[in-house]
C-alpha cells in the first residue's frame, strides 16, 4: 500500500520562475520568499505544494517550515519529520497526534532479524501485469506533457512494477500515504484529498482500496483531483485474506471493481494475481490459523512462503484464460478519467468467466 521525493528538490526549484505567482503560497512576493525557504525542508516538492488545498473547507494553503496553515478557515497541519500531515481528525480515521507521535498505523515495526530474513525468501505473491501496464502509462503521459505529475494514494513503498516511473527524471510522484513511511511525502486519507480540482496527470492506488472504509468516496476523489482525460491505475484485491488487520475492509469480483470506477473509460483491466497466488496465500493463513503467537505464527509465515511461492508462477500461464477470473487474487482496471458513467447492463454484457 501498501513512496521522498524522486524529483530532485533542486531541479524543481529551477523552475520557480514558472510558479512564483502562485495563490497557494502567497499573493505577496516576501511571503513567498518565506514559503519558498520553509518548502526546502519538506519531503514533498514544489509541484505538489503549488496544488495543495485545504482538506477541510479546499481554501489555499501557507507554507512555513513547521506547518501549514488554511487561509480561508485557519485550520493548522502540523509537519513531523518533513512531512505535511494534512489530515482532519472528524473526517478521518486518524488523528493527528498519531503522526506527530510516529505511532504506528498500517505499518507495524518488526524485529530486524525477522525483517531481514524476510527479505531474503521469496514471496507468495506475483503480479503478472503492473510491469507492462506502467511502461504504457509512462508512454501515454508523456506523449500528452514533458513533466506529468503523478499522484500516488497509499505510496509509503514503491508499488510492483512502478521502477520505470520512479527512474524516470520528467515524472513527478506525489507520494502520500496514511503512515510516515520510507517513501511518504504527504500524510493524508484518501476520502478528502488535499489536492485542487483537476490538478495531476495520472493516480496511482495500488494495493489501497481494500484497507479505506469508503473505497466509493476515494474513486470520487480521484476523479476530482485528476484533469481531464487523466489516468488512473488501481490494483485491489479480490480473494486475498485480511493483511491489514484493522485496515482491511474490502475485496472486489472483477465486475465490482470496473463498476467502482464506472466514470472512467477503460484502456485495459484484467488479472494483476492470479489463481496461484490465491492459492498460495489461502495454504498460507490455513497454517497460519493453527497459531495465537507471535513467535509461531511469524515462523510459519516465513516458512508457508518457502513452501508455496512456487505456485505463483502458475499465473503467468493462466493470466490470459478467461476462466482464470473466477478464481484470481487481485484485478487491476487501468482507464481515463471520464463524464459519462458506464452503464450496469454494459458492465454486465462485459463479464468474460468460467460459467
Known amino acids: 500500500m501498501i513512496e521522498t521525493l524522486d524529483a530532485p528538490l533542486q531541479d524543481t526549484l529551477s523552475r520557480e520562475a514558472e510558479v512564483a505567482s502562485s495563490a497557494a503560497l502567497s499573493s505577496e512576493s516576501g511571503h513567498a520568499s518565506a514559503g519558498e525557504t520553509a518548502a526546502a525542508s519538506l519531503r514533498v516538492g514544489r509541484e505538489a505544494i503549488e496544488i495543495l488545498q485545504c482538506p477541510g473547507c479546499g481554501g489555499a494553503l501557507s507554507v512555513a517550515a513547521d506547518a501549514m496553515q488554511c487561509d480561508a478557515c485557519e485550520r493548522t497541519y502540523p509537519v513531523a519529520d518533513g512531512v505535511p500531515v494534512l489530515v482532519v481528525p472528524e473526517k478521518s480515521l486518524f488523528d493527528i497526534e498519531t503522526f506527530t507521535n510516529a505511532e504506528p498505523t498500517f505499518f ?3 524485529g530486524k532479524v525477522r525483517e531481514l530474513i524476510s527479505g531474503c525468501l521469496p514471496d507468495v505473491t506475483l503480479n503478472v501485469s503492473s510491469d507492462k501496464v506502467y511502461a504504457r502509462m509512462l508512454q501515454q503521459m508523456l506523449e500528452k ?9 497509499g505510496g509509503g513503498v514503491i508499488g510492483g512494477g512502478m521502477d520505470c516511473l520512479v527512474d524516470d527524471p520528467r515524472i513527478t510522484l506525489i507520494e502520500t500515504d496514511a503512515a510516515i513511511a520510507p517513501r511518504t511525502s ?11 480540482d ?4 495520472a493516480v496511482i492506488v495500488q494495493a489501497v482500496l481494500e484497507h479505506v472504509v469508503d473505497p466509493h468516496r476515494c474513486v470520487q476523489e480521484i476523479h476530482r483531483v ?10 485491489t484485491p479480490f480473494m486475498q485474506q485480511v493483511h491489514g488487520r484493522q485496515f482491511d475492509f474490502t475485496r472486489f469480483t472483477r465486475l465490482g471493481h470496473r463498476r467502482l470506477f464506472r466514470m472512467f473509460d ?15 496465500w489461502s495454504l498460507r493463513y490455513f497454517l497460519l490459523s493453527f497459531f495465537a503467537s507471535d513467535r509461531m505464527r511469524a515462523a510459519v509465515s516465513l516458512a508457508s512462503r518457502l513452501m508455496f511461492f512456487p505456485l505463483k508462477y502458475c499465473d503467468r500461464y493462466l493470466v490470459d484464460k478467461a476462466s482464470a477470473s473466477d478464481a484470481a487474487s487481485a484485478f487491476y482496471f487501468y482507464g481515463s478519467r471520464s463524464e459519462a458513467p458506464l452503464s450496469d447492463r454494459e458492465l454486465v454484457a462485459s463479464y468474460h468467466g468460467g460459467f
Open 108 to 110: 507495524r515495526p518488526v
Open 145 to 153: 506533457s514533458e513533466h506529468p505529475v503523478v499522484l500516488v494514494i
Open 186 to 196: 504527504l500524510v493524508c486519507d484518501g476520502h478528502d484529498l488535499p489536492f485542487a
Open 198 to 201: 483537476q490538478s495531476v496527470d
Open 226 to 235: 485528476l484533469e481531464p482525460g487523466g489516468l488512473v491505475y488501481s490494483d
Open 266 to 280: 477503460e484502456i485495459e483491466s484484467g488479472i494483476s494475481c492470479g489463481p496461484g497466488t490465491a492459492l498460495a
